[in-house]
């Protein structure tokens, strides 16, 4: 019992100190500078169903940033980013 307990706390230690650092990672995408360079890309597009799925995915990045959800701002950013680079 005592093994399972000291296994537990060893693994919540672990997690404790990992996901900081993945969070950091994460949220590293989400940048203004970032956010700018996607946006300028997306403009350059032109226009169709690519660009307007991308203008999309830009204003989510954008109200992900706002609410301070970086790490769904930085998914939402590299959505348009990948779109942009397929069309």
């Known amino acids: 019992m005592l093994n399972k307990l000291l296994a537990a706390a060893a693994m919540a230690a672990?997690?404790?100190a990992v996901v900081p650092?993945?969070?950091a990672r994460v949220s590293a995408g989400c940048s203004?500078?970032?956010l700018a360079?996607?946006?300028?890309?997306v403009e350059a597009m032109a226009d169709g169903e690519g660009k307007f799925a991308a203008q999309k995915e830009?204003?989510?990045a954008q109200d992900s940033m706002l609410s301070?959800?970086?790490g769904a701002c930085g998914m939402h950013l590299?959505?348009?980013a990948?779109?942009?680079m397929a069309k």
């Open 58 to 60: 830009i204003a989510l």
């Open 68 to 70: 301070g959800k970086m």
């Open 82 to 84: 990948h779109i942009g």
């Open 32 to 34: 203004g500078e970032n």
């Open 21 to 23: 650092a993945n969070a």
């Open 37 to 41: 360079k996607t946006e300028s890309m």
């Open 78 to 80: 590299s959505k348009a």
């Open 14 to 16: 672990i997690a404790y």
